[in-house]
Structure formats: C-alpha cells, structure tokens
C-alpha cells in the first residue's frame, strides 16, 4: 500500500455553528450532501425532523454542530491530501460503515485508484480530522 497523499484540518466548531446560523440550509446544501444530512439528522433525538435547520435549533441538536464540523474538518484534509484535485465540496462523502467509522467517498470518478482513510476527533469546540491517500493496489 503506497501512501500518495495525507492531510490534516481543525476546525471550530464555533464558527461553523455562526456559519449554519447566518446561511441556513444554503451553507449547509453548499457543503454537505443530501446523504451526509440526512446522517446527521439522526444524530439527534428530535422525532423525525422536517429539516436540519430544525435539529440545529432543538436543544437535542447542539451536539450535531460538532458532528458536522467533524465532517468538514474531514473533508478539507482530503483536499489537502489530493492536492490539485479540482473537486467540490460535495465530491467528497463523508458518511460512516456498517461498523459506524467515519469513512470517505470521491464521487466524482477521480477515486477510482485510490483508497482514502480518516479519522475524526473532536472536543467541546474543536475538530480535526486526518485523511491518508493510498493508492489501489
């Protein structure tokens, strides 16, 4: 297993919740797929939820503002781990396996010779997140 590419990224959580609360659901489409908020809607305890914009304002929700900025701290250490990749936010599906570990999709075609690895922390209002490129063996 060749290592092509790593990539690190923090993230405040802080300034991601400013962001979802001054642009709203545009912020959240812009960044995230319909998959990965769907996801992360079931994070909180809210019974079934009309929109994401309703979990983040619940009581139930603060701690979906942590898991969110866990996924984008994921998705910028990709980007920094393949470079030039020319991709766009939602190029880059961060959703969890069968086991419930963070794992990464490329959407686009350009992940086809490789495997992405990450790892997500956080705490209180940090994230981070690396990610390992591996080439296809």
């Known amino acids: 297993m060749k290592i092509v ?3 690190v990224d923090i993230t405040e959580v802080t300034r991601l919740r400013k962001a979802v609360e001054k642009w709203g ?3 959240l489409s812009r960044i995230f797929s319909q998959e990965e908020l769907e996801n992360a809607k079931t994070r909180g305890s809210l ?3 009309s929109s994401i914009i309703e979990v983040f304002r619940s009581k139930e929700g603060r701690g979906l ?3 969110l900025a866990g996924r984008f701290a994921a998705k910028e250490a990709v980007f920094k781990a393949l470079g030039d990749a020319k991709l766009n936010w939602k ?3 961060i959703l969890n396996d069968k086991d419930g570990k963070p794992c990464c999709m ?3 075609g350009k992940g086809k010779s490789i495997d992405v690895h990450i790892s997500i922390s ?3 209002n940090y994230a981070v997140a690396n990610a390992i490129i591996t080439q296809k063996t």
Do not use: A, E, M, S
Request: net charge neutral; charged share 20%; no cysteine.
């Open 25 to 27: 659901q545009d912020f």
């Open 106 to 108: 490329i959407l686009n």
């Open 65 to 67: 503002y942590q898991h």
């Open 122 to 124: 956080h705490v209180k």
């Open 5 to 7: 590419g790593t990539g």
């Open 91 to 93: 190029d880059v599906q």
């Open 47 to 49: 019974p079934r939820p």
